[in-house]
Every structure is written in C-alpha cells, then in structure tokens.
C-alpha cells in the first residue's frame, strides 16, 4: 500500500510538471533561452580548461604519483585537491573513480564528500565578481571564505567521524570492469577527456535549465501572490547558483553586507542543481543524498558568516567600487596559496593513523 502511494505522488508530480510546462510556455522558453546565453558566456568558459585539466589528471592516474609524495593518505589528498582547484563536480569524478578503483573506502568517500566539493576558483572571482559583482576584489573575498567553510567542514566530519585513511586491497564491495587501468597514451587520453568534459558540460547545462525552470515558475506565482522580491530572490539561489546571485543582487535591497553574505551562502551551499550533479557522479558508491545536502548546508552558512565578518573587519563602503579595500591583488593571491597549503599539510597529518 505505501509503495503504491509512492507511485500516486510521483506520477502525481509528473502530471503537474507537464501542466506548468503548458501553462508556462512563453516564460518558460525565455527562461530556457536566456539560461543557455549565461551558460555559453561565462559558465562554460570558466569551467571548460578545470573540467578537461581534471579528466586528464584522472585518466593518466596522477593519485599514483600523488601517494608517492603523501604516502598513505595520498588519495584523499588528491580528491581533495581536485575539489578545491578543479570545482564540482570534478571533486565528486574523482572519488568515485578512487572508489570504483578499490583505492578508498566507503567510509573514506563519503569524509570526501562533505568539503572536497566546491566552487571553481575562477567562477567565483571571475563569473560572479567580475561578471555579476562587477569587482574582483569581492570574488576573491568570496573565495576565500568558501575555502575557510570547506576546510572547517573537513575539520569537523574528521572529528566526528573518527576518519582513518583505508588502503587496503578490494576495501569496498564495488565491483566494475575497470579495475585494471590500461595504459593509455597522451593523444588518447586527450581525446577521451575532451569527450568526457563535454559529457559532464551537457549535464551541467542540463541541470541548471531544469532548475533554472524550476524557479522562473515559482517566482511568477509568487510575484502573482505579491510576495517580497527580497524573499523571492533569496530562493532562487537555492535552485541554481549562476542565475539565483544575478537575480539576487539585482532585485533586493538588503544592504551590501547581508547581500555579499546571502550571496556567500548561495555560492557554498551551491543550490540544488549542482548538488543533483554532484550526486549523480557519486550515487553508485553509495551516498546518501542527505548526507550531501546537510554538508553543503552547512559549508553555506559558514561561508556566510565568514564573508559578513571578513566585510565588517575590511570596514568596507557599501558600494561596488571597492576603494576603500586593504588588501591588493598579491596579498590576496597570498593568502589564497596559504590556505591551500594549510588543508594539504593539515589534511596530511589528520589523516595519518
């Protein structure tokens, strides 16, 4: 009885997609429209050169090299690093190719997944800086405090998970063909990691035009209900990231402290559209979708704390041109390095049995 409930709501839910999809055609073609433009001008190009850089590192097996520097804590700190530089969902790419490989366990990828997720470095700075914020200054401060949350998340999921890096032979009960890694030479490497960056391109198109769609019904019902625009495009960062920051900031008043916090918040929890392709690299292993959503949730409202602080110490004017800020371009590539470093080492030491 209750798996044929299940059946009622889901088939339900369907219905009711497809009848906003008539209703709404003429917005939602607009939508479509417009989410394609944003991804060919600024998602796309930030993130092409990470995603293809990654696919190589992954298929010419650089956790090999990587664990004869850092021993046996070599594979986390190669996802890890992965998710810092690389961005989602190539943090997730990498675990489960570490775990389809028999080289971590369960456990350790599930410790992985709840910080070596996060947002590429130049779409931070650059896509929404520059491109959105119209300042660089304030991406790299957004970036910062995003790195700050993920490496407390590490922190606190080692703590509370007792985390002890596993390398052992067959460590997890996933069996699939690839096992053995053939040899395989740069050219086609090459050519397989173009293959696979478009691949993961189009599922990330994907998932933001969904999403995307999702919120441009709910925010003409909403204005329809008269609700604030501060409420309304405050949840669309919830729903996608690139859209929900522009939407945010140009449609609410909060004042530029609380908005760069909101925005903080947006960037690290990420929204569901790019938890959904995060979780569709890893749903194999398995790991439970939960388990996602209350890292992210949490790495978000520690970003947003941190970035509000960072502004209030910086004593910054609430405007866009930034000239009162203390700190250059080096001192902020300065620390950038530092705080990459300091996860490396630390996540060494933590990791050591």
């Known amino acids: 009885m209750i798996k044929f409930n299940k059946k009622i709501v889901k088939y339900i839910l369907l ?8 209703i709404f055609q003429k917005s939602n073609y607009q939508c479509i429209k417009n989410t394609i433009t944003v991804f060919l001008e600024s998602v796309m190009p930030s993130l092409f050169p990470f995603i293809l850089f990654t696919n190589i590192l992954i298929l010419c097996d650089i956790s090999k090299v990587i664990n004869k520097i850092f021993k046996k804590n070599g594979n986390i700190i190669y996802a890890g690093i992965i998710g810092f530089l690389c961005g989602y969902p190539m943090g997730a790419k990498a675990t489960y190719t570490l775990y389809s490989q028999n080289k971590i366990s369960k456990k350790t990828a599930n410790f992985l997944m709840s910080f070596a997720n996060n947002c590429n470095p130049i779409f931070i700075i650059s896509t929404i800086g520059l491109c959105v914020l119209d300042n660089m200054y304030i991406g790299i401060l957004l970036l910062i405090s995003h790195y700050i949350a993920a490496f407390i998340i590490c922190i606190i999921n080692f703590a509370h998970n007792d985390i002890i890096h596993e390398i052992q032979e067959n460590s997890n009960s996933f069996k699939e063909n690839n096992n053995k890694i053939l040899h395989k030479s740069m050219f086609e490497s090459i050519d397989l990691s173009i293959k696979s960056t478009f691949i993961t391109l189009g599922n990330i198109l994907g998932f933001i035009i969904i999403f995307n769609l999702a919120f441009s019904i709910l925010e003409t019902i909403l204005i329809r209900l008269n609700v604030s625009p501060n409420i309304i495009y405050t ?11 522009k939407l945010f900031y ?3 008043n909060l004042g530029f402290n609380i908005s760069m916090a909101i925005i903080s918040f947006m960037l690290s929890f990420s929204g569901f559209s790019i938890i959904f392709q995060i979780y569709s690299c890893i749903y194999k292993i398995p790991i439970k979708l939960w388990h996602l959503v209350k890292n992210k949730l949490l790495q978000g409202i520690l970003s947003g704390i941190i970035t509000y602080i960072l502004l209030n110490i910086l004593n910054n004017s609430n405007n866009l041109n930034f000239n009162m800020i203390t700190f250059n371009t ?11 470093f300091t996860f490396v080492f630390t996540l060494k030491k933590v990791t050591r049995k």
């Open 15 to 22: 219905l009711l997609c497809l009848l906003c999809i008539f």
């Open 235 to 245: 949840l669309s960062g919830l729903f996608e990231v690139t859209n929900g920051t």
């Open 330 to 340: 080096t001192s902020y590539f300065i620390i950038l390095v530092s705080l990459l």
């Open 250 to 252: 140009l449609n609410t």
